[in-house]
């Protein structure tokens, strides 16, 4: 994008003497403040138009951005068009404050059947200088109103063509100005209009000094407050009292300590979890995941936790399992007889190594059998 050199931004002296602006800021300011300073236009900007007019890296261009809505100076809005894309509007808040004494220009006067339009207002409004020009003449193009000479080179060639100070080019409800962020939470938990006009910047600024970032669980801990003293007295003023609870420091200061006991707390469960799951086995004939605690097979499938390494074992029981619940059920009540048949009390009494070990032989022999039988192996 480059600079035509008939373009230019107006820096007024309020903006040093009042708002305190100084380098990157002070310019950010003044470019969004030229094109909504009538009190109803906004500025629609891309971050490039912005780096391309200061010359500076788009992450400066954010930060300045950034700074002046957490300052209360500028107010940010999302807006979507036709296609559902969404884009960024602004407006500073001088801008609106100027409203009634842009109310004071005549309006539009009918002579003759002519329209005539009011002469340049020129006058100072709230410590500024100089006004800029907000409308000076009408060009038809086309059969469409287009914006007069200064405020068209700011356009940059841009698609859109700003409103001006009339009626004529205010646009539907989907390029109004919208709720901030503060506006919508306060609406949410505390009703509409519950505070003042000041409250949105107020809050910004108690929010960037007490570094609290999460807007809307901070609106929730007061509305909760609120209501804890709402149980013990009756409030007779419980907008007012919300207003307050709002900005004490005490109250940030616990909501801060809640967060972080919260945080604290979610980090030690995360890592008690992390551990149970470093300890769990998995089971390998049915995927089972679980803790070896006090038991000794698999809680899914009954599989012998000391067999897992054993592959032929496994091999069998993953045939097993493939049985229908009739054949499980023969399989087991025949598995019970060979042992119950092989191994008596008094057999384990009397019998000696060597007969144990030729019975046990011998079980090994007939359970082979039975797997044969139900084809678990060849």
């Known amino acids: 994008m480059n600079i035509k050199n008939e373009n230019y931004i107006q820096i007024s002296g309020w903006m040093i003497n009042e708002l305190d602006l100084k380098g990157n800021e002070l310019l950010v300011y003044a470019l969004i403040h030229g094109f909504c300073q009538d009190g109803k236009s906004v500025f629609k900007g891309s971050l490039n138009y912005i780096m391309a007019w200061l010359n500076i890296s788009k992450p400066t261009a954010i930060a300045c951005i950034q700074s002046l809505i957490d300052k209360g100076m500028i107010v940010k809005s999302i807006i979507y068009n036709k296609n559902s894309v969404a884009g960024c509007e602004y407006y500073t808040k001088k801008s609106r404050n100027i409203e009634s004494e842009l109310q004071k220009i005549p309006q539009k006067e009918e002579k003759g059947g002519k329209e005539i339009l009011p002469p340049q207002n020129k006058k100072e409004l709230k410590g500024s200088k100089e006004i800029l020009p907000l409308q000076t003449e009408k060009k038809s193009e086309g059969g469409k109103e287009t914006l007069p000479g200064w405020s068209k080179n700011l356009t940059m060639g841009s698609k859109e063509i700003l409103p001006n100070n009339t009626n004529d080019n205010i646009k539907d409800s989907a390029t109004a100005v919208k709720k901030t962020d503060f506006e919508i939470l306060c609406e949410k938990y505390f009703g509409k209009n519950a505070f003042d006009s000041d409250f949105p910047r107020k809050a910004a600024a108690f929010f960037s000094k007490n570094q609290i970032n999460n807007h809307d669980l901070y609106f929730s801990f007061i509305k909760n407050k609120l209501s804890e003293k709402q149980k013990i007295n009756q409030v007779k003023n419980p907008r007012g009292l919300a207003y307050r609870l709002f900005f004490q420091s005490d109250i940030a200061q616990e909501f801060t300590e809640q967060q972080q006991t919260i945080l604290l707390k979610k980090q030690n469960e995360e ?53 229908s619940d009739q054949q499980k059920t023969d399989y087991q009540n025949e598995l019970k007889d060979i042992y119950f048949s092989m191994n008596t009390f008094i057999d384990l009494i009397k019998e000696t190594p060597e007969q144990r070990k030729q019975k046990n032989v011998l079980v090994e022999q007939k359970e082979k059998e039975l797997n044969i039988k139900y084809g678990l192996v060849s």
């Open 271 to 323: 890592e008690n979890q992390r551990k149970v799951e470093e300890r769990k086995i998995v089971c390998p004939c049915c995927g089972n995941k679980f803790l070896p605690d006090y038991i000794s097979s698999c809680p899914e499938c009954d599989f012998d936790i000391s067999a897992f390494d054993n592959k032929e074992k496994v091999i069998i029981h993953k045939k097993y399992l493939k049985l």
